[in-house]
């Protein structure tokens, strides 16, 4: 697939899914309530916002001005990584959850380095846009199984969530 086609439709993809989220969240206004949970919630949309933007300005500079992608990447990528760390330092005692935010946490380092540091993707085979890319379907995989651990437990924490 030309890597253009791919952060098009992923893009497109990431932000149908903060629509679908918010959907979701207007379902639950007790959600926004307790200011913990407000806080997860937001995270979650910045699971799905923040890799969007990211695919929109990968199709902007694309291969011929990676400068552009290149910026953005790290920037949204320190946006990212210090939200969850922050959401990883208030996490309650769900292993599940702590384990997910520090991997997206992780993620988010990895694309800030990769786009600092363009060259560490040769070895693996792929340009820096395809291993960016590959690291970005991670971090929506990381934050689509935060929104079924809590559409599983119905918002509330995993203690008191039914088995899943």
Not at 16 to 35: A, C, F, I, K, Y
Not at 51 to 56: E, I, R, T, V
Not at 134 to 163: K, N, Q, S, T, Y
């Amino acid at each position: 697939m030309d890597v253009s086609t791919f952060y098009a439709l992923f893009s497109a993809t990431c932000f149908t899914l903060v629509g679908l989220w918010w959907n979701v969240v207007q379902s639950h206004t007790d959600w926004m309530r307790e200011p913990a949970q407000r806080r997860v919630v937001g995270g979650i949309y910045l699971s799905f916002l923040l890799p969007a933007l990211m695919g929109l300005f990968a199709q902007v500079g694309g291969a011929q001005q990676p400068q552009v992608w290149r910026v953005a990447f790290i920037v949204l990528a320190v946006v990212g990584c210090g939200c969850t760390l922050r959401l990883l330092a208030r996490a309650r005692g769900d292993r599940f959850v702590t384990r997910q935010q520090a991997g997206a946490a992780l993620m988010y380092a990895l694309i800030a380095v990769v786009g600092a540091f363009p060259e560490l993707a040769r070895p693996l085979g792929l340009t820096p846009i395809q291993a960016e890319a590959v690291m970005l379907i991670v971090l929506v995989v990381l934050g689509h199984a935060l929104v079924w651990r809590f559409m599983a437990g119905e918002g509330r924490p995993a203690e008191d969530a039914p088995a899943a």
